[in-house]
Structure formats: structure tokens, C-alpha cells
């Protein structure tokens, strides 16, 4: 498996994906919404698999108490989605260098979606965040 790359518009944070990356889940959530202006595309991959590269404008915000998101202090830029104590980090999508080669594997808290937009695709739609095993949603690829 060949490396990805990615990082924020200034270029002032940068990372390296060692594993494999899961499929894309987008999230309309009021936060997600907040933080990007529509809705949130995240991949993700096991935290031991994300090496930063350049971080000196990483900044970290607690969103809640479970959750923190990173993003990029100097040009704004969102970047990651971390639970507290999990297993994986996501990764804005569109943060990522170059093809990805990745599909859209599902929709979360599309009660929380805005009323400009309909979700075109037929990809699996949860009105909230399904429960972490639920064989239908995207798992991060990687040792059990």
C-alpha cells in the first residue's frame, strides 16, 4: 500500500497515512455543519497509522465531551475528528493530496441535515450516529 498524503491550505499542518483509509462517511450533524459550512466528509484510519508531519499550526478544540476536532490556526482549515480513547482518527476527505479512490459509505445525522439539499446517492442514511458495530457502517480497516 503506497502512503497518502494531506494537509491544511497554508501547508502549515501536514500528515502522512501509513494504513488503509476507510471509506468516506459524511456527517450533517449541527457541528460538522458549523465547522465546514455544509456538511463533514471524513475518512479515517487507525491513530497509530496518522504521523504529523508539520504541526506548528495544529490547533485542538474540545467540541464535546467526548470528541475533539483538529484544525489549522492560521488559514482555518478542518482536518481531523477524534473520539476520546478510540482506536482511529478521521480525516477531512478533502484534505487528502491527489485521487483517493474512495466512495461515500454512508450518511450520519441526516435528521440534522440542511433544507437546501437533497443526498443523492444510495449510500446507507442514519438519522443520528448508528451504533459503532452496526455491520452497515464503515469500519476503519486494520488489526481486530
Known sequence: ?????GGCLCGGVRYR????????????????????????A????????????????????????EAQRGFC????????????????VSIAAGTLDGATGLDIGGHLYTADKGDYYAIADSAPQ?????DWDDPAYPQVPGPE
Open 1 to 5: 500500500m503506497t502512503d497518502r498524503t
Open 17 to 40: 497515512v501509513t494504513g488503509p483509509l476507510r471509506q468516506v462517511v459524511t456527517c450533517h450533524c449541527g457541528q460538522c455543519r458549523r465547522t465546514s459550512g455544509h456538511f463533514a
Open 42 to 65: 471524513f475518512t479515517a484510519c487507525a491513530a497509530s497509522d496518522l504521523a504529523l508531519e508539520s504541526e506548528h499550526t495544529l490547533r485542538w478544540y474540545r467540541s464535546s465531551p
Open 73 to 88: 490556526g492560521e488559514c482555518g482549515a478542518s482536518l481531523f475528528w477524534k473520539l476520546e480513547g478510540g482506536r482511529a
Open 126 to 130: 442514519w438519522q443520528s450516529h448508528p
